[in-house]
């Protein structure tokens, strides 16, 4: 077979084609050719698609969220080989600004999210995808991840930056996460991962918090309302009842700008939920000072990667049970099924290229909430 089946998007038309187009072929020293296997949707894509997130001016294959077996690879390439599972990385640095020299390839000045895979370069949503070597990781074997859950690497590497930043977290501290989206979801199953049991979850849908509720963390999970109520009563003895860390996986500028008020001494503030860019939100300066806070921000995934899929491999079916966080599967050209039910705001799914590699290699694409 040469050619293959590809989700096509083009920005000037805002149009997404299902086309067939020639299977890419090896050019590159470095060049490896994944066969994909399961390929996440996630809310960035539907902002692609409506032209409101930059991509190429060109035809180009969607999907950033991927997985697959290695078919070939270039000259040069020595980190995988025919026949290994791996993941792909859609974003990758130039490594020569000083950005990437100084070990922040996600601020990269040349490449970055302006060549990522998905974007600006054909990416998962077809049969086959060409990636370079710095981007394909290899799943160790030993470590037991199916690649049905190794799709779920690209969103938990994101995940396994905002934890690289935040640090260690005591385990007595008291961890409020806003939203229960698909990665206040995934904070909260890590947290409780690592041992944590004092967190509480505040979103405002019933639907999400039974998401959080059937995955049985005994954990918190309250309306914005009921969380106000407790926080205020809370504030009357900050130092004993108020909050450690607040991670706000929502973007909603007020709820964060409220929580901001129950840190005690020492507190930590992180934003991972992607707000618009006119929010605004007003703090003290009184109670950074005297309180020593830390409001910290996390972008994209430098170096998670082989954290990350070890990371989803602890998780497990435990936490990650795709019948618990309503995950779908679709056939590729089943996508606009998938896009809908994306975009009206229900669970999450995964597209499904036709050629699958065995009957376990079940590609997909995944659906987070938006």
Not at 145 to 164: F, K, N, P, R
Not at 182 to 210: D, N, T
Request: with cysteine; charged share 25%.
């Amino acid at each position: 077979m040469s050619t293959m089946k590809a989700l096509q998007y083009n920005r000037p038309t805002k149009t997404l084609t299902l086309r067939e187009i020639p299977i890419p072929k090896i050019v590159r020293e470095d060049d490896v050719l994944v066969k994909v296997a399961f390929s996440g949707i996630c809310g960035t894509d539907l902002h692609a698609i409506k032209g409101n997130y930059p991509t190429a001016e060109h035809d180009v294959t969607l999907g950033h969220e991927f997985c697959g077996i290695v078919m070939e690879v270039g000259s040069d390439v020595k980190n995988v080989k025919v026949g290994s599972e791996v993941t792909v990385d859609p974003y990758r640095g130039c490594f020569k600004c000083r950005h990437c020299a100084g070990g922040n390839p996600q601020f990269c000045i040349y490449e970055g999210p302006r060549n990522a895979l998905g974007f600006f370069r054909d990416g998962g949503w077809a049969e086959y995808c060409l990636a370079p070597a710095q981007q394909v990781h290899r799943i160790p074997p030993e470590i037991n991840l199916s690649l049905e859950l190794a799709c779920l690497v690209e969103t938990l590497s994101t995940i396994q930056h905002g934890c690289d930043r935040i640090g260690i977290i005591p385990h007595d501290a008291r961890v409020l996460i806003i939203g229960a989206g698909i990665i206040g979801i995934l904070y909260a199953c890590i947290f409780h991962l690592h041992g944590h049991r004092q967190c509480m979850i505040s979103e405002p849908s019933a639907e999400r918090r039974e998401r959080i509720n059937v995955l049985e963390l005994g954990y918190q999970t309250m309306t914005p309302d009921e969380t106000r109520a407790i926080m205020t009563e809370a504030m009357k003895d900050l130092e004993h009842d108020g909050l450690d860390y607040v991670i706000d996986c929502s973007g909603y500028a007020p709820a964060v700008e409220e929580a901001f008020q129950w840190l005690r001494k020492g507190g930590h503030l992180c934003f991972f939920g992607v707000a618009p860019p006119t929010s605004k939100i007003s703090i003290s300066p009184n109670q950074m000072f005297h309180k020593e806070l830390t409001i910290l921000g996390t972008l994209t995934n430098p170096f998670c990667y082989p954290k990350a899929t070890a990371l989803t491999a602890a998780l497990g079916k435990r936490y990650l049970d795709f019948e618990k966080l309503a995950i779908e599967t679709f056939e590729l050209s089943d996508y606009e099924k998938a896009l809908s039910k994306l975009a009206s705001g229900t669970d999450w799914g995964h597209l499904q290229p036709r050629e699958i590699v065995n009957e376990r290699d079940q590609p997909r694409i995944r659906r987070p909430d938006i």
